[in-house]
């Protein structure tokens, strides 16, 4: 038996009424082992900070969300994936909300230190050189940077739901 | 087989609704190889949920004023097996279409009784239910008097990736329903109406409050665009 599916809505501009504290920003613990932070910023077409986004990140160990602030950043602590024998470089998988999205983007966050690992990935090996660096983190002082562009010249290589 | 994705979900682009011009990408979308994503950890102990979350009328001292309601329903994927254990949380508008968030500018008044959010996670069967009232309609300035229509905003969240879903459950007889952009992004006919919950004399508590129901049916566990085109 087959059930078709419920469609999706936007999240609107009021989320964190009701999305505000069941599941946080930390996957892992600040400063515990293997930790680490990946911040980034949520922009427009227009280049302007999108300060009403939740960006979820999905990995086994766990589910980090957190919504954009004024300036559209966000904060996720976590730790990198394990490989688990998968094909895939370890990643993160995202899903992006927003006013003004009907349905959530999904993208992926690849780790800058695992050259090797994703120049293997069948994933990042179907892209582009441009489109696969708006998916792979860069060092940041504090840890990982990974700004997520929903449109324009670096728009984020996004991917069906 | 499974219904496509594609003509389920509506599409980010949608000219009438003014918010998505600036923010809906403009690249095709890219379709990953194998399953969506992983599945991640357990989300969280039951003990976290309190045992009044799902009830939104028994937060605050008094009570909302509005039209006390109960929504209720199951969340099965699509082959119809029940999600248990997954994590459903709401949030709306009081009775007079007021949110209780800062940004919201509506010149209609706050109640000091309602906050608008609340929380559950399935049982075995994937049921869950809500107390509530019935949130109000407000303007809001997508197209000139532009209405949106009563409400209640759903997030299903459940171990696997494939499965998660935030959406919108409306009620049934609303006139808004057809001037607004935002339920009528949903391009096939038949998928729009199943984000109208149904009047249920069964949840129609006597002498106290009316009541709906609204199934909710997400993605199996491991699907993947790619099946849907596949099959068709």
Known sequence: MTLPLTPSQTVGPFFRIGLATTIGAHVAGEGSPGAVRISGQVLDGAGEPVPDALVETWQAEGAGRCGTDDQGHFAIVTTKPARNGAPDAPHLDVSVFARGLLTRLVTRIYFPDEDEANDADPVLQSLSSAERSTLVAVRDEGGLRFDIHLQGARETVFFDR | MPASTRSVHPPNDVPAYASSRLRAPKQPLRVLPGRLGELTAPLLAGETIGVLDHDLTRQHDGEPLGERITISGRVLDENANPLAGALIEVWQANAAGRYAHLSDRHRAPLDP????????????AGGYRFVTIRPGAYPWRNHPNAWRPA??????????????LITQMYFPGDPLLVQDPVFNSVPDHAARRRLVASWSLELTEPEWSLGYAWDIVVAGREATPLDDDASE
């Open chain 2, 151 to 164: 409400h209640v905003h759903f997030s299903v969240f459940s171990p696997a990736f494939a499965q998660r």
């Open chain 2, 113 to 124: 009784n309602f906050s608008g959010a609340g929380r559950c996670l399935t049982d075995a």
